[in-house]
C-alpha cells in the first residue's frame, strides 16, 4: 500500500469565514501566507497547493517566495497549457527543484473557465487545452531525463537541439498531480500524472471513476504508477453542531445571484458540474458528513468534511479504504483548521493506518 500524504491550500484570493460578510473577509498577504504556511508545516503536512484563478495572487512568484520563507512543505504549484513556453517552465521547474532540495510539484491544470482563459489570452478550447497540456508534459519529460538535446516535431510545438540546466534534483524528475472529471483530463493522468485528485464525492462515485481511470493507465502500462487522492475542503469541530454552525456561517446570507454567477463562470467544467449535480441530487449532504453547501458560494472543490474529529476521520477513511493515498485539503480560517486538524484527525488516521502516515 502507499503512504498515505496530507497537502494544504494556500488561499492566496484571501481568507474567510463567512463568504457574504464583508467584514469577516482576511486580505491575501505576506502575514497571512505566513500563518497558513507555518502552520501547515507545524501540522505535518507534506505539500501545499497554490492556486490558479482569476482573484488569486500570481502563483509562481508567491510559490517561490513562500519557499523561501518555509523550511520542509513542498509546493504544488499550476503549469497551465500555453501560458509558458515548455522549456523555460522545464527550466523553471528544476531551478526550483535545485534551489529547495526538492520542493516542487507540478499541479497540471487546463482551467475551469473558458472566459477566463480568453480574458488571459489563451484561445485554445478545452479540447486543444489538454491535448496540450499532454504534449507539453511530454517535453518536459524528455527534457529533464534525457542525456543530450532533444528534437520536438509536434502539434502545437517544434524545438530543435533543446536542453535545459540544471537537471532535476528529484528524480528521475518531479511529481505531476492532475485534477479534473472530463475524459480528457483522466487520459493525460492514465498517460502521465503520478496522482489523479478528484473533488468530492460519494466513495461509491469515486471507486467507479478510479476503477475506470486506472483501466485507461493500464494502456499506457502504467497501472501500478498511477495513484489517486481527494480535494476536499474541511470543517472539524469538538462537537458536531460547532461544526455545522461553522459551515452555515459560511454560506449564511450568500445571496442566489452569486450563486448563479459562479455556475455559468465553469459552465463547461465537467468536475464542477459533477459537484453541483451532487448538490441537486442529493441535497446538502451527498454522503454522511459530507456537505456539498460550499457550492453556493465557491467554484471549484466544494465538497466539504463537516463534522467532530470522529466524523471527520470516518469519511477520509472510507475514502483510503477505497485505494485513495493523497488528500489535498482547505479549511477555515485556514491556519486554525489546519491545526484543528493535527489535533484532532490525524492523530485517530494514523491509529488506523499505522505505518503508513509519512509525517505522524
Given at each position: 500500500?502507499?503512504?498515505?500524504?496530507?497537502?494544504?491550500?494556500?488561499?492566496?484570493?484571501?481568507?474567510?469565514?463567512?463568504?457574504?460578510?464583508?467584514?469577516?473577509?482576511?486580505?491575501p498577504?505576506?502575514?497571512?501566507?505566513d500563518?497558513?504556511?507555518?502552520?501547515?508545516?507545524?501540522?505535518?503536512?507534506?505539500?501545499?497547493?497554490?492556486?490558479?484563478?482569476?482573484?488569486?495572487?500570481?502563483?509562481?512568484?508567491?510559490?517561490?517566495?513562500?519557499?523561501?520563507r518555509?523550511?520542509?512543505?513542498?509546493?504544488?504549484?499550476?503549469?497551465?497549457?500555453?501560458?509558458?513556453?515548455?522549456?523555460?517552465?522545464?527550466?523553471?521547474?528544476?531551478?526550483?527543484?535545485?534551489?529547495?532540495?526538492?520542493?516542487?510539484a507540478?499541479?497540471?491544470?487546463?482551467?475551469q473557465?473558458?472566459?477566463?482563459a480568453?480574458?488571459?489570452?489563451?484561445?485554445?478550447?478545452?479540447?486543444?487545452?489538454?491535448?496540450?497540456?499532454?504534449?507539453?508534459?511530454?517535453?518536459?519529460k524528455?527534457?529533464?531525463?534525457?542525456?543530450?538535446?532533444?528534437?520536438?516535431?509536434?502539434?502545437?510545438?517544434?524545438?530543435r537541439?533543446?536542453?535545459?540546466?540544471?537537471?532535476?534534483?528529484?528524480?528521475?524528475?518531479?511529481?505531476?498531480?492532475?485534477?479534473?472529471g472530463?475524459?480528457?483530463?483522466?487520459?493525460?493522468?492514465?498517460?502521465?500524472?503520478?496522482?489523479?485528485l478528484f473533488?468530492?464525492?460519494?466513495p461509491?462515485?469515486?471507486?467507479?471513476?478510479?476503477?475506470?481511470?486506472?483501466?485507461?493507465?493500464?494502456?499506457?502500462?502504467?497501472?501500478?504508477?498511477?495513484?489517486?487522492?481527494?480535494?476536499?475542503?474541511?470543517?472539524?469541530?469538538?462537537?458536531?453542531?460547532e461544526a455545522?454552525?461553522?459551515?452555515?456561517e459560511?454560506?449564511?446570507?450568500?445571496?442566489?445571484?452569486?450563486?448563479?454567477?459562479l455556475?455559468?463562470?465553469?459552465?463547461?467544467?465537467?468536475?464542477?458540474?459533477?459537484?453541483?449535480?451532487?448538490?441537486?441530487?442529493?441535497?446538502?449532504?451527498i454522503a454522511?458528513?459530507?456537505?456539498?453547501?460550499?457550492t453556493?458560494?465557491?467554484?471549484?472543490?466544494?465538497?466539504a468534511v463537516?463534522?467532530?474529529?470522529?466524523?471527520?476521520?470516518?469519511?477520509?477513511q472510507?475514502?483510503?479504504?477505497i485505494?485513495?493515498?493523497?488528500?489535498?485539503?482547505?479549511?477555515?480560517?485556514?491556519?486554525?483548521?489546519?491545526?484543528?486538524?493535527?489535533?484532532?484527525v490525524?492523530?485517530?488516521?494514523?491509529?488506523?493506518?499505522?505505518?503508513?502516515?509519512?509525517?505522524?
Amino acid at each position: 500500500m502507499r503512504p498515505l500524504e496530507f497537502g494544504w491550500y494556500l488561499p492566496t484570493n484571501g481568507d474567510t469565514t463567512s463568504y457574504a460578510a464583508g467584514h469577516a473577509a482576511i486580505p491575501p498577504g505576506t502575514a497571512m501566507f505566513d500563518r497558513v504556511v507555518q502552520a501547515a508545516e507545524a501540522a505535518g503536512f507534506e505539500y501545499m497547493l497554490v492556486p490558479v484563478a482569476l482573484p488569486c495572487w500570481e502563483a509562481w512568484v508567491t510559490t517561490a517566495f513562500m519557499a523561501g520563507r518555509s523550511s520542509a512543505i513542498r509546493m504544488l504549484v499550476a503549469a497551465r497549457p500555453g501560458y509558458i513556453n515548455p522549456v523555460m517552465l522545464a527550466k523553471m521547474v528544476t531551478t526550483f527543484d535545485q534551489l529547495t532540495g526538492g520542493r516542487i510539484a507540478v499541479n497540471l491544470i487546463a482551467g475551469q473557465s473558458e472566459q477566463e482563459a480568453r480574458a488571459d489570452g489563451i484561445s485554445y478550447a478545452k479540447e486543444d487545452r489538454y491535448a496540450l497540456m499532454a504534449e507539453e508534459v511530454g517535453i518536459l519529460k524528455r527534457l529533464w531525463t534525457a542525456e543530450g538535446p532533444v528534437d520536438h516535431a509536434g502539434r502545437f510545438h517544434t524545438l530543435r537541439g533543446a536542453r535545459i540546466l540544471p537537471p532535476p534534483f528529484q528524480r528521475p524528475h518531479p511529481r505531476f498531480y492532475l485534477g479534473g472529471g472530463s475524459r480528457e483530463a483522466w487520459e493525460v493522468s492514465a498517460a502521465h500524472a503520478d496522482v489523479h485528485l478528484f473533488w468530492g464525492d460519494t466513495p461509491e462515485g469515486i471507486a467507479a471513476q478510479m476503477a475506470e481511470i486506472r483501466a485507461m493507465a493500464a494502456r499506457h502500462g502504467r497501472a501500478e504508477q498511477l495513484g489517486f487522492g481527494m480535494r476536499l475542503q474541511i470543517l472539524c469541530r469538538e462537537t458536531e453542531e460547532e461544526a455545522l454552525a461553522a459551515a452555515q456561517e459560511l454560506v449564511r446570507d450568500v445571496p442566489a445571484e452569486r450563486t448563479a454567477a459562479l455556475r455559468a463562470n465553469v459552465a463547461n467544467s465537467v468536475a464542477n458540474q459533477r459537484v453541483q449535480a451532487l448538490a441537486r441530487e442529493h441535497g446538502d449532504w451527498i454522503a454522511p458528513n459530507l456537505w456539498s453547501g460550499l457550492t453556493r458560494a465557491r467554484q471549484g472543490a466544494g465538497i466539504a468534511v463537516v463534522g467532530n474529529p470522529a466524523q471527520c476521520a470516518a469519511v477520509l477513511q472510507r475514502f483510503i479504504d477505497i485505494g485513495c493515498h493523497s488528500f489535498c485539503l482547505s479549511g477555515y480560517l485556514h491556519d486554525e483548521e489546519a491545526m484543528r486538524f493535527a489535533r484532532w484527525v490525524r492523530p485517530i488516521l494514523a491509529e488506523r493506518n499505522e505505518g503508513r502516515m509519512l509525517a505522524a
